[in-house]
């Protein structure tokens, strides 16, 4: 069974970081992509990045403007969302997501398991 944790959650001032994890469990990270997404109040949930469990390559949504990095680790079955120069519109529930799949996609309807969100805050 697919199993997702994140975690991370925080309040940060404008400008700061905060960095995500998302632990997983269940699946061979070799076969799978594994993508965060976020939803703020209100929205539509966006895909935010997507990193092949393979190889490592990653994409990420136009709004991240190079701020946000994502990594894995996979000793630890672990990806990362590493966010920079954090603004208000940033403020949302972020998601990771998993799918057996070799193509990096931020479509939420390409993602089949889902962890729970962990609510960021950017606010002065």
């Known amino acids: 069974e697919v199993q997702l944790q994140a975690s991370g959650e925080g309040l940060v001032q404008p400008g700061g970081s905060l960095r995500l994890s998302c632990a997983a469990s269940?699946?061979?990270?070799?076969?799978?992509?594994i993508a965060w997404f976020r939803q703020a109040p209100g929205k539509e949930r966006e895909g935010v990045s997507c990193?092949?469990?393979?190889?490592?390559?990653?994409y990420y949504g136009d709004f991240v403007r190079g701020r946000f990095t994502t990594s894995s680790d996979k000793a630890k079955k672990t990806v990362y969302l590493q966010m920079n120069s954090l603004a208000p519109e940033d403020t949302a529930v972020y998601f990771c997501?998993?799918?057996?799949?070799?193509?990096?996609?931020?479509?939420?309807?390409?993602?089949?398991?889902w962890g729970q969100g962990t609510l960021v805050t950017v606010s002065s």
């Open positions: 990193i092949s469990g393979s190889d490592g390559s990653s």
């Open positions: 997501a998993v799918e057996q799949s070799n193509w990096l996609s931020l479509m939420p309807a390409d993602f089949g398991s």
């Open positions: 269940g699946f061979s990270f070799d076969d799978y992509v």
